[in-house]
């Protein structure tokens, strides 16, 4: 069974840089596969960050492309997110996702706030 | 980038009613692609329809999807309910990957 985890801080000051980890079980992610990273804001609907493929080519939606890393770790079967210079409006529950193929996988998601 | 427009916005039903949920999408997509969620307050989206049409695992046969390129429906037979609820589409294949604006389905 594949399952994904988010992990990371839950409150992060603003115009530092947000970090997340997404640990992946079951499936390894250099296989195949794209692994993405997903919002939700208060209130809103799902919003795109972006996409990394097994072999490493990443994917940013232009909304966050100045500011947003997404990098893999093979070693630890994780993929990660870095979102830097982060204001009260980058508060959202943030999910890890599987795509391009196949059952598409999420993690239950992680609560980050932007707050001084 | 493929643009996915959910309707209705809202769509307001009685249990044991039907539910017709449509995603039309902006270009010709892929089947494989297609994913059908629902989501409830405070709670993580649940995969209900990929590949356009196939059920996950130990979601209700009264969930079913179809369509084609650039329609796509999701039909909730007899209502429940525990299926008011929010519901996205999504694209998920070569990225960008993209979602509807979503349709709730609220009691009438």
């Known amino acids: ?25 079951g499936y390894s992610i ?15 609907g799902l919003e795109w960050i972006g996409s990394i493929s097994h072999s490493g080519t990443t994917s940013y939606s232009p909304s966050f492309k100045s500011r947003v890393t ?30 391009r193929g196949g059952t598409p996988y999420w993690g239950q998601g992680a609560q980050v706030t932007v707050s001084s | 980038e493929i643009v996915l427009a ?15 949920l449509s995603c039309r999408a902006s270009q010709s997509v892929s089947i494989s692609y297609l994913v059908w969620f629902q989501q409830k307050p405070g709670q993580a989206p ?10 996950a695992t130990g979601i209700p046969e009264r ?14 037979s007899r209502l429940e309910p525990e299926d008011f609820a929010v519901y996205y589409c999504q694209y998920n294949g070569r990225p960008p990957w993209t979602f509807g604006q979503g349709t709730k389905v609220e009691i009438k």
């Open chain 1, 70 to 99: 997404i990098f893999l770790d093979p070693s630890k079967n994780q993929f990660s997110l870095n979102l830097s210079s982060v204001t009260a409006t980058d508060t959202a529950v943030y999910y890890c996702a599987r795509g």
């Open chain 2, 46 to 55: 649940r995969l209900l329809i990929h590949a356009a049409s196939v059920r």
């Open chain 2, 6 to 20: 959910q309707s209705p916005g809202t769509l307001s039903l009685s249990p044991g009613d039907t539910a017709t």
């Open chain 2, 63 to 76: 969930f079913s999807g179809s369509g084609s390129g650039t329609d796509f429906t999701l039909t909730i």
């Open chain 1, 30 to 44: 250099t296989s195949d596969y794209y692994w993405g990273w997903i919002r939700q804001s208060p209130g809103k």
């Open chain 1, 1 to 25: 069974q594949v399952q994904l985890q988010e992990s990371g801080p839950g409150l992060v000051k603003p115009s530092e840089t947000l970090s997340l980890t997404c640990t992946v079980s």
